[in-house]
T-cell receptor, first 112, second 111 residues
Framework: GNSVTQMEGPVTLSEEAFLTINCTYT??????LFWYVQYPGEGLQLLLK?????DKGSNKGFEATYRKETTSFHLEKGSVQVSDSAVYFC???????????FGSGTQLTVLP | NAGVTQTPKFQVLKTGQSMTLQCAQD?????MYWYRQDPGMGLRLIYY???????DKGEVPNGYNVSRLNKREFSLRLESAAPSQTSVYFC??????????FGQGTRLTVV
């Protein structure tokens, strides 16, 4: 079956530091890949997405590139802010049944 | 544009009580999902529905039933609530290869 393995947290960084959250996946066919963000007490919001190999998704300074050869979709940001503190989820959408699978989430805390 | 609407937002049940969590989407999506989120466990799939009239078990279906009433609505029922079902429940919908849209969640406490 499909699976998503995500870098375990929590991750604590100082403001303006570089962020990488690793994500690798196992899936049949050609999945779409996503990063979602969840702020405290809220639901999940789409951060960025990529629907085919070598696509780069980007939003709000975050980027991730769909790497089929390494089955990875690592999230990066060059300079994090305190407001980026949240839980980040990697996810894939695959299969004829359109099954949506999530990683376990990574808690990011950015200190001023 | 409402997106995905879940009701109720909060609920407290006594052990053994039953309840139904409602979910509706207005985006004409085929696929709908129910997840539970527990601290340190991420999101775990309870049930999903790839299209109207079909439902399939996810990772943690025990103790739950679902109904895909029509294309818009996908409800989750707890027949006899247990403290282990205390969680935050999220409904989501997708269409094709596009992203999933989520409801705001239902915080359920079973005492």
């Amino acid at each position: 079956g499909n699976s998503v393995t995500q870098m375990e947290g929590p991750v604590t960084l100082s403001e303006e530091a570089f962020l990488t959250i690793n994500c690798t996946y196992t899936a049949t066919g050609y999945p779409s890949l996503f990063w979602y963000v969840q702020y405290p007490g809220e639901g999940l919001q789409l951060l960025l997405k990529a629907t085919k190999a070598d696509d780069k998704g980007s939003n709000k300074g975050f980027e991730a590139t769909y790497r089929k050869e390494t089955t990875s979709f690592h999230l990066e940001k060059g300079s994090v802010q305190v407001s980026d503190s949240a839980v980040y989820f990697c996810a894939l959408l695959s299969g004829s049944a359109r099954q949506l699978t999530f990683g376990s989430g990574t808690q990011l805390t950015v200190l001023p | 544009n409402a997106g995905v609407t879940q009701t109720p937002k909060f609920q407290v049940l006594k052990t053994g009580q039953s309840m139904t969590l409602q979910c509706a989407q207005d985006m004409n999506h085929n696929s709908m999902y129910w997840y539970r989120q527990d601290p340190g466990m991420g999101l775990r799939l309870i049930y999903y529905s790839a299209s109207e009239g079909t439902t399939d078990k996810g990772e943690v279906p025990n103790g739950y039933n679902v109904s895909r009433l029509n294309k818009r609505e996908f409800s989750l029922r707890l027949e006899s609530a247990a403290p282990s079902q205390t969680s935050v429940y999220f409904c989501a919908s997708t269409q094709g290869k596009t992203e999933a849209f989520f409801g705001q969640g239902t915080r359920l406490t079973v005492v």
